[in-house]
Protein backbone atom coordinates (compact mmCIF):
# COMPACT_ATOMS: atom_id res chain seq x y z
CA UNK A 1 0.00 0.00 0.00
CA UNK A 2 2.66 2.53 0.98
CA UNK A 3 4.15 2.21 -2.49
CA UNK A 4 0.96 2.44 -4.51
CA UNK A 5 0.45 5.73 -1.90
CA UNK A 6 4.35 7.06 -2.99
CA UNK A 7 3.39 6.51 -6.66
CA UNK A 8 -0.17 8.71 -6.51
CA UNK A 9 1.54 11.22 -4.49
CA UNK A 10 4.22 11.36 -7.25
CA UNK A 11 2.22 11.73 -10.06
CA UNK A 12 -0.11 14.69 -8.74
CA UNK A 13 3.48 15.69 -7.60
CA UNK A 14 4.29 15.82 -11.39
CA UNK A 15 1.36 17.66 -12.70
CA UNK A 16 1.41 21.73 -12.58
CA UNK A 17 -1.24 22.82 -10.46
CA UNK A 18 -2.42 25.90 -8.85
CA UNK A 19 -2.47 27.05 -4.95
CA UNK A 20 -6.57 26.50 -5.37
CA UNK A 21 -6.39 23.06 -6.95
CA UNK A 22 -3.95 22.27 -3.81
CA UNK A 23 -6.06 23.56 -1.30
CA UNK A 24 -9.17 21.75 -2.75
CA UNK A 25 -6.93 18.38 -3.10
CA UNK A 26 -5.90 18.32 0.65
CA UNK A 27 -9.71 19.41 1.26
CA UNK A 28 -10.71 15.90 -0.65
CA UNK A 29 -8.01 14.39 1.21
CA UNK A 30 -9.31 15.49 4.66
CA UNK A 31 -13.08 15.04 3.54
CA UNK A 32 -11.87 11.26 2.84
CA UNK A 33 -10.37 10.44 5.93
CA UNK A 34 -13.44 11.81 7.53
CA UNK A 35 -16.08 10.40 6.01
CA UNK A 36 -16.58 7.23 7.83
CA UNK A 37 -16.02 8.91 11.28
CA UNK A 38 -13.28 6.72 12.00
CA UNK A 39 -10.04 9.06 11.63
CA UNK A 40 -6.63 6.53 11.61
CA UNK A 41 -3.32 7.70 12.34
CA UNK A 42 -2.26 6.24 8.65
CA UNK A 43 -4.62 7.80 6.75
CA UNK A 44 -3.72 11.36 8.63
CA UNK A 45 -0.35 10.49 7.58
CA UNK A 46 -0.90 10.63 3.37
CA UNK A 47 -2.47 13.57 4.30
CA UNK A 48 0.57 15.03 6.50
CA UNK A 49 3.50 13.50 3.50
CA UNK A 50 1.25 15.38 0.89
CA UNK A 51 1.11 18.65 2.43
CA UNK A 52 5.14 18.10 3.17
CA UNK A 53 5.70 17.54 -0.45
CA UNK A 54 3.76 20.90 -1.91
CA UNK A 55 4.30 24.21 -2.52
CA UNK A 56 2.42 25.90 -0.53
CA UNK A 57 1.71 29.73 -1.68
CA UNK A 58 -0.72 31.03 0.46
CA UNK A 59 -0.63 33.76 2.98
CA UNK A 60 -1.88 31.55 5.55
CA UNK A 61 0.27 29.18 6.93
CA UNK A 62 -0.70 25.26 5.98
CA UNK A 63 -1.27 24.51 9.91
CA UNK A 64 -3.70 27.63 10.01
CA UNK A 65 -5.67 26.90 6.83
CA UNK A 66 -6.40 23.22 8.11
CA UNK A 67 -7.60 24.59 11.38
CA UNK A 68 -9.99 26.93 8.88
CA UNK A 69 -11.14 24.26 6.60
CA UNK A 70 -11.69 20.93 9.00
CA UNK A 71 -15.21 21.78 10.16
CA UNK A 72 -16.58 23.28 6.90
CA UNK A 73 -15.73 20.07 5.89
CA UNK A 74 -17.19 18.11 9.03
CA UNK A 75 -20.55 20.20 8.59
CA UNK A 76 -20.36 19.34 4.71
CA UNK A 77 -20.35 15.65 5.76
CA UNK A 78 -23.16 16.40 8.08
CA UNK A 79 -25.81 15.30 4.80
CA UNK A 80 -25.54 14.52 1.16
CA UNK A 81 -27.10 17.28 0.02
CA UNK A 82 -24.44 19.56 1.86
CA UNK A 83 -21.28 16.85 0.66
CA UNK A 84 -22.91 17.31 -2.99
CA UNK A 85 -23.11 21.06 -2.65
CA UNK A 86 -19.32 21.05 -0.57
CA UNK A 87 -17.56 18.37 -3.79
CA UNK A 88 -19.43 20.45 -6.88
CA UNK A 89 -17.33 23.59 -5.33
CA UNK A 90 -14.21 22.26 -5.01
CA UNK A 91 -14.49 20.49 -8.60
CA UNK A 92 -15.03 24.12 -9.94
CA UNK A 93 -11.55 24.82 -8.21
CA UNK A 94 -9.67 22.07 -10.14
CA UNK A 95 -9.58 22.73 -14.01
CA UNK A 96 -7.44 20.42 -14.86
CA UNK A 97 -9.08 16.82 -15.52
CA UNK A 98 -5.88 14.80 -15.34
CA UNK A 99 -5.44 16.59 -11.91
CA UNK A 100 -9.02 14.99 -11.31
CA UNK A 101 -8.34 12.11 -12.15
CA UNK A 102 -5.24 11.40 -9.79
CA UNK A 103 -7.54 13.28 -6.98
CA UNK A 104 -9.54 10.45 -6.98
CA UNK A 105 -6.58 8.05 -6.76
CA UNK A 106 -5.15 9.87 -4.16
CA UNK A 107 -8.19 9.66 -1.82
CA UNK A 108 -8.85 6.26 -2.98
CA UNK A 109 -5.32 5.62 -1.39
CA UNK A 110 -6.20 7.72 1.49
CA UNK A 111 -9.15 5.67 2.28
CA UNK A 112 -7.28 2.60 2.02
CA UNK A 113 -4.69 3.85 4.06
CA UNK A 114 -6.03 1.92 7.15
CA UNK A 115 -6.86 -0.98 5.09
CA UNK A 116 -9.96 -1.25 5.81
CA UNK A 117 -12.58 0.49 3.34
CA UNK A 118 -15.90 1.56 4.60
CA UNK A 119 -18.95 1.87 3.15
CA UNK A 120 -19.04 5.78 3.40
CA UNK A 121 -16.06 5.93 1.96
CA UNK A 122 -16.95 3.96 -1.31
CA UNK A 123 -19.57 6.08 -0.88
CA UNK A 124 -17.71 9.21 -0.91
CA UNK A 125 -15.32 8.46 -3.92
CA UNK A 126 -18.73 7.19 -6.54
CA UNK A 127 -19.78 10.77 -5.47
CA UNK A 128 -15.97 12.54 -6.50
CA UNK A 129 -15.84 10.49 -9.78
CA UNK A 130 -19.64 11.30 -10.22
CA UNK A 131 -18.96 14.73 -10.19
CA UNK A 132 -15.58 15.07 -11.31
CA UNK A 133 -17.08 12.59 -14.36
CA UNK A 134 -14.45 10.85 -14.35
CA UNK A 135 -14.82 7.43 -16.21
CA UNK A 136 -13.39 4.28 -14.10
Do not use: H
Amino acid sequence: MREKLRLSLSEIAKLDVTQDEREAIIELMIMTMYSDKNIKLAEDEVIKEYASNIKWESPLSLEFYLGKVTPKIRTALEDKEKTTAFLEEVSTRIENEAVKSQVLKLCNDVAMADSEFSVEEKELLENISQIFQIKE
